[in-house]
């Protein structure tokens, strides 16, 4: 069945990126004086920028999965998964955006990448600063753009290939090209499983320069496949009501609401393991980093760990729940909402500090963004039948019952 994007979604998508570019302005009025101005919007580019593109990697991180286990329930649901990753062009290009602005602004007004200040690595400036010197060897602007593009560059061949071959199974059918993605879905979370990492502790924890947690890559990983998962799960249920999705049944649906059930589970843990090794050692170069956050962020930080955390496990531990999509909707836009402040935590509570708060400027950014992702990923679902014609797998997945 072909998908068009119906008036009122693109009625919606447009009122999100009016009023959130409309709330931005207000907020860039009242706040233009602000000596903290500049930093303020350059890290709120950067949440946005890598919240939304997160999103788009982790569809591509769970369709690479899904390839590699050789999974047969998915099938019916591969083209909403696609559509979900289809975001990850627009997104590499905002991220691309984001940390070109903030590598020039860096020095003499914004304060997001202290360590791409050059005035910390001169020992005769009073901004001189012993540690980002010795970490100079990785933490330098040649080298971070280096890795930068090998990263996107990589993300984008993927997934232009996976959705080249997944077009052109529909046209010839066949095993030659599920096998080829079977190949090059393991490929993937090969250099996936390194990058995941590496990327974040470029991009997110080099803003607190001093500290590190060698279970912060596997932390944000775990805030984006929860994240991606539940929006997936949001968007399976709007097309499936608009009757775009006929072989999905409720157990495709219990599935993924499994997958949202679990990663949830998956981020608290990392959280609370994070959490408790750095204040049990309570060694003092890794604990500023938590006790800034809760000095200053104290009911956001712990309000989104019950958000993420709670919420999930009390609402969607029973299988009817997971089977429920007024459930479903209501837990995940609480889930995403939280997962959001995550990312504004990581990233404020190092560039702003105690001068954070979510005003104007916060909320009309991510609701231009969320305007813009959202019309994104509902065209790029309308290039290519919904149900995919030709995958091996298909009738397994239109049979499929739990």
């Known amino acids: 069945m072909e998908f068009k994007i119906a008036n009122k979604a693109k009625l919606v998508t447009v009122s999100l990126m009016a009023g959130g570019l409309t709330m931005l302005a207000i907020g860039l009025f009242i706040h233009m004086g602000d000596h903290n101005f500049l930093t303020r919007l350059l890290s709120n580019t950067l949440i946005n920028s890598f919240f939304f593109f997160s999103i788009g990697l982790g569809a591509l991180f769970f369709l690479a999965l899904q390839y590699a286990t050789e999974t047969g329930w998915y099938a019916t649901v591969k083209r909403v998964i696609e559509g979900l990753a289809g975001f990850l062009p627009v997104g590499i290009l905002l991220m691309l955006v984001a940390l070109f602005t903030l590598s020039i602004t860096q020095g003499a007004h914004g304060h997001v990448y202290v360590w791409m200040n050059p005035d910390v690595y001169d020992v005769n400036s009073h901004h001189y600063d012993e540690i ?170 712990f309000g989104m760990f019950f958000i993420n955390f709670a919420f999930p496990m009390l609402i969607l531990m029973s299988r009817d729940a997971k089977r429920n999509a007024s459930i479903l909707i209501f837990v995940g836009l609480i889930i995403v909402v939280g997962h959001w402040l995550d990312v504004y935590v990581m990233v404020s509570g190092g560039s702003m500090g105690a001068g954070a708060s979510i005003g104007f400027v916060e909320i009309g950014m991510a609701l231009a963004f969320l305007g813009l992702f959202i019309r994104v990923v509902l065209t790029n679902l309308t290039k290519a039948p919904l149900t995919p014609i030709n995958h091996p797998f298909l009738d397994e997945s239109i049979h499929h019952e739990i």
């Open 132 to 301: 980002i010197d010795g970490k100079s060897g990785y933490l330098n602007q040649t080298f971070f753009w280096i890795r930068t593009l090998v990263y996107l560059a990589t993300y984008y061949i993927f997934y232009r290939g996976f959705r080249m071959r997944s077009l052109e199974e529909d046209r010839v059918g066949g095993t030659e090209i599920h096998f080829k993605n079977y190949r090059k879905g393991a490929m993937f979370l090969v250099f996936f499983s390194v990058f995941s990492s590496t990327s974040v502790w470029d991009w997110i924890m080099s803003i607190d320069v001093h500290w590190f947690s060698t279970l912060f890559g596997w932390y944000t990983f775990a805030g984006m496949w929860c994240t991606t998962m539940t929006v997936l799960v949001m968007l399976v249920l709007y097309l499936k009501k608009q009757g775009y999705l006929p072989k999905v049944n409720d157990s495709h649906i219990h599935d993924i609401g499994k997958w949202t059930f679990a990663t949830s589970f998956l981020w608290s843990y990392m959280f609370f393991s994070q959490f408790m090794l750095i204040w049990y050692a309570n060694i003092g170069e890794e604990s500023t980093y938590y006790i800034q956050r809760i000095e200053e962020y104290q009911l956001m930080y």
